[in-house]
């Protein structure tokens, strides 16, 4: 039964880090990442190409996911009624600030995007590369999300998040300054990311949490430093705040969306 699981985890593993680039890879590099003889990601790869979920290209020999996963993902998304119900409260969000609205969900441990809306109409816009994945050290999103938890839960998320990869956390923060930003996003309600996830750019988040103080995602307002000065963080953030109780509120009317769709229970989990 051991074995089964592994080669389960294993399969996974692949489709995630194929997910988290977003592009082709070779094979030397998958067996690398994911700490594997060439072998054994050989032997995973060609699986997944046998069942649909990745391919390789005929020229180059690399391998990147077919659309099959985000159909499948969409399809689930879609399912769950959440975007509907939230997309309005986003929509507002984004036309209040005039910058890229974004949300999150949490699913075990991790934060994933699920949906955005661009509110600035002219001049510079910020597009994020599109990613499932929120980085979480260095981001306003992920840093709310943490913020929410345990120091030490946070921490130990925080490093292993960091070690998965990606670019992260910077080297020069220290677990204590993590900590106090994290302390400091928990006191005020809001987290910010001052060009450290990425260069030029600031965003500012909130979590959404349901009754009982249950974190089920975030929400963020992200753009161009120069336009998201410090003289406008309190504002944004008290927008971004709002927006987070508001959808905290809607959160549960899926299921009722759901129910008068005619779908079970079963279908309504995220």
Known sequence: MRVVNSLVERCFAVIELLANDASAMRLGEIAERLDLQKSAAHRMLTLLCD??????????????????????????????????????????????????????????????????????????????????????????????????????????????DSGDGRESQPPSVSVEDFLKELKLSRDRGWALSNEEAEPGVVAIAAPIKLPGEKTVGTVS??????????????????????????????????????????????????
């Open 51 to 160: 069942m649909g979920w990745v391919e390789q290209d005929a020229v180059t020999g690399f391998y990147k996911l077919t659309l099959r996963l985000a159909i499948v993902g969409q399809r689930f998304l879609s399912a769950t009624s959440l975007t509907d119900v939230c997309q309005p409260a986003l929509e507002e969000l984004a036309s209040e600030s005039a910058e890229l609205v974004r949300m999150a969900v949490v699913q075990g441990e991790t934060l994933t995007w699920i949906s955005q809306v661009q509110g600035a109409q002219n001049g510079l816009k910020y597009q994020p590369e599109q990613v499932a994945k929120v980085r979480l050290a260095t981001t306003a999103n992920g840093r709310a999300y943490l913020s929410t938890l345990a120091p030490t839960k946070a921490v130990r998320i925080a490093l292993r």
């Open 221 to 270: 307002v992200a753009g161009p430093s120069s336009r998201l000065t410090q003289d406008r963080h309190e504002a944004i953030a008290g927008s971004v705040m709002s927006t987070a109780e508001k959808l905290g509120e809607l959160w549960p009317l899926r299921e009722k969306h759901n129910n008068s769709r005619g779908l079970s229970p079963s279908r309504q989990n995220v």
